[in-house]
C-alpha cells in the first residue's frame, strides 16, 4: 500500500512539474460611428410676400424689414457650401401667366455663423444660383437673408418702368446645403 501511495503521489508531483501558468486573454472590440451630420432648417421667414399698393412703391421697391428677413440654421459636423437660387428662370403671374424678372428681388446675405458669406453688405439678385455661404467650420450656425423687391440700384430698373400688369407673381428659391 505504501509503494502506491508513493507511486501516486510522484505521479500527482511529476504532472505538477510539467504544468504551465494559466493565461486567458479576451477581446474586447471597441467601434466609433461618426454619423454626419448636414441639416438646414428655416426658423423664420420662409414664406415673403410683397405687396406693392403705392406709387412710392411701384417707384422705389420695398427695402428690407423683420416681416422679408429669412433666419436659417445649418447644424453641421462638418464642413458645408449653402447655395441659393430660384426654381424658374422668371416670376410666374398666377392668374395673367405672364412673367417678371427675377432681378426685381434682390437679398443681402448675414450671419453669426460665420464662414465666407457672399453678398454681404452687397445686394445681389436671383438670376444665377449662388454660393452664398462657404463655411469651413461646424456646429448650429444662424444665417439671414435680408430680402428688397425693386430698390432702386437694382438691374431690372424699376417696377412703374417695367409697366408689368397686376397680378400676384411667385416663384421658389432654394437653400440647398452640401458638404464641401
Given at each position: 500500500m505504501r509503494k502506491l501511495f508513493f507511486?501516486?503521489?510522484m505521479l500527482l508531483l511529476s504532472q505538477a512539474g510539467f504544468g504551465q501558468a494559466v493565461?486567458?486573454?479576451a477581446v474586447i472590440p471597441v467601434s466609433?460611428?461618426?454619423n454626419s451630420i448636414l441639416r438646414l432648417t428655416v426658423t423664420s421667414g420662409g414664406n415673403i410676400q410683397?405687396?406693392?399698393n403705392t406709387i412710392d412703391q411701384y417707384t422705389n421697391g420695398i427695402a428690407n424689414s423683420a416681416q422679408y428677413t429669412?433666419?436659417?440654421v445649418v447644424s453641421s459636423s462638418r464642413d458645408f457650401n449653402v447655395t441659393l437660387g430660384a426654381e424658374d428662370a422668371s416670376f410666374i403671374g398666377l392668374e395673367t401667366g405672364g412673367t417678371m424678372d427675377l432681378a426685381f428681388l434682390r437679398y443681402t446675405m448675414d450671419g453669426a455663423g460665420g464662414g465666407t458669406i457672399a453678398g454681404i453688405q452687397e445686394l445681389s439678385d436671383l438670376t444665377a444660383p449662388t454660393t452664398v455661404v462657404r463655411q469651413s467650420a461646424g456646429g448650429n450656425l444662424l444665417y439671414e437673408i435680408q430680402w428688397e423687391l425693386g430698390t432702386t440700384g437694382g438691374t431690372a430698373g424699376?417696377?412703374?418702368a417695367a409697366n408689368l400688369p397686376a397680378d400676384i407673381y411667385v416663384?421658389?428659391?432654394?437653400?440647398?446645403l452640401a458638404p464641401q
Open positions: 507511486a501516486a503521489a493565461k486567458d486573454n466609433i460611428t461618426l410683397f405687396v406693392v429669412t433666419n436659417f424699376s417696377l412703374l416663384t421658389n428659391v432654394f437653400l440647398n
